[in-house]
């Protein structure tokens, strides 16, 4: 089994696209201050995707065979079948097949993901990517027959970090099989990013 970890936001979701989910609930009759947005009609629930992203994320999904476990933020605000229904219409020729399940910091420790509180070198300042690795990590420990995989995101969760005000350096944690987006207009289209993703998956 092949797999990619997407998120959406910057990486097929690209900021010419953010905010227009606003005028699609306003075309759809207006949300209300008590809605929770599970209860929006999932077309009218988020921000539209990026046809160029979409189209390369096509071809890899093509080429590979691989299968989208979606590790955006989007799948605490709908259901895989929501999240299907919604990838479909957007043009996305395979529907998710899994989410990975949100990792609070209590966890780490009882899962086994470390050993002690001291020893893992938290971070204030990229706690998000570090709640990210480790959901993608406990995914990747209760499917064991996943053979390729690769992680697409714009929070920067690699191993090796090359783009830095100290230069590059290599983290006591991250994941090895990443491609970073860091461009929020370019997003999975960025030159390169195809090829990249290809070699995890190849």
Known sequence: MK???????????????????????????????SMTSHEIPVEYRFDNFDKKAIKVLNSILDKTGAEIVVSSDWRF???????????????????PVDVTEKFHYT????????????????????????????????WLRDHPEVTHWVAIDD???????????????????GLENFVWTPRADEGIKQSGKKEKILKFLI
């Not at 709908?78 to 529907?95: F, T």
């Not at 009882?110 to 990517?129: A, M, V, Y």
């Open 3 to 33: 797999v990619i970890f997407l998120d959406n936001d910057g990486v097929i979701c690209l900021s010419n696209n953010w905010g227009g989910r606003h005028k699609k609930q306003k075309e759809w009759g207006g949300r209300k201050l």
């Open 77 to 95: 605000h709908a259901n895989l079948e929501e999240l299907g229904d919604y990838y479909e219409s957007q043009g996305i020729i395979k529907r």
């Open 107 to 138: 966890n780490w420790l009882e899962e086994g993901f470390i050993k002690d509180h001291g020893e893992f070198p938290w971070s204030r300042t990229e706690d998000l990517e570090q709640q990210r690795h480790f959901e993608i990590k406990r």
């Open 155 to 173: 929070l920067n969760m690699g191993i090796h970090v090359e783009a830095s005000s100290y230069g590059p350096f290599d983290r006591d944690w």
